[in-house]
Structure formats: C-alpha cells, structure tokens
Nanobody, 121 residues
C-alpha cells in the first residue's frame, strides 16, 4: 500500500504564510511528478502547483510569485510554501503523486487525505 500524509494546514490571517508537507510511504519503486491541488466548497478541485522528479515546476497563475513548490526526493516529500495568503486561497489542499509501486508495470495517481487551509480577511 501507498500512503500520502499531508501536514501543515491551519488558520491564518490574510498576508500570512503556511508551509504544507506531504510524505509518501509504502511499497514505492519510483515517483514521477508530485503536486498540490485544492478544492474550495462548491467548486471543482484545481491544480495549484506541480514539480517533476527533475525539479521542473508549474503553477496556476493566481499563485505565481506567492507559492513555491519543492521536493526532497530522498525523503519522498513534497512541500508547498504559501506566502501572502489571500481569503480566496481558502480550500482543502490535496497532495498528489504519480508513482509506480514495487511489482507494478505502470505509474498511477495517488492522493492524500487533504488538509484544510483557511485564510481570514
């Protein structure tokens, strides 16, 4: 089995910062891209940022310049540093990993359980 465990969410005032972490564990052979998605109440889940195993990053426009995604391949962990948070960033943030497990022949998507981020105005 594979587990993605997120941490670091919480309540913060507008303009504040939070750092999310997501550690992957289990019978993992290799991890390709990792990323963060979010879902606000009544809205669809949307991509926030992704990072490849080689470190190439991609961000949604609304978080560029405020959020930074990074990863530690040795620890199988991805991070999301969120600065200058805005009320519209309020959502449940989900970690995602495209990985292949031991004994498998293909990459599959795995998701964390989600962590709540609430930004007050």
């Amino acid at each position: 089995q594979v587990q993605l465990v997120e941490s670091g969410g919480g309540l913060v005032q507008a303009g504040g910062s939070l750092r999310l972490s997501c550690a992957a564990s289990g019978s993992i052979f290799s991890i390709n891209a990792m990323g963060w998605y979010r879902q606000a109440p009544g809205k669809q889940r949307e991509l926030v940022a992704t990072i490849t195993s080689g470190g190439r990053t991609n961000y949604r426009d609304s978080v560029k310049g405020r959020f930074t995604i990074s990863r530690d391949n040795a620890k199988r962990t991805v991070y999301l540093q969120m600065n200058n948070l805005k009320p519209e960033d309020t959502a449940v943030y989900y970690c995602n990993a495209d990985l292949i497990t031991r004994g498998s022949s293909r990459f599959d998507d795995y998701w964390g359980q989600g962590t709540q981020v609430t930004v007050s105005s």
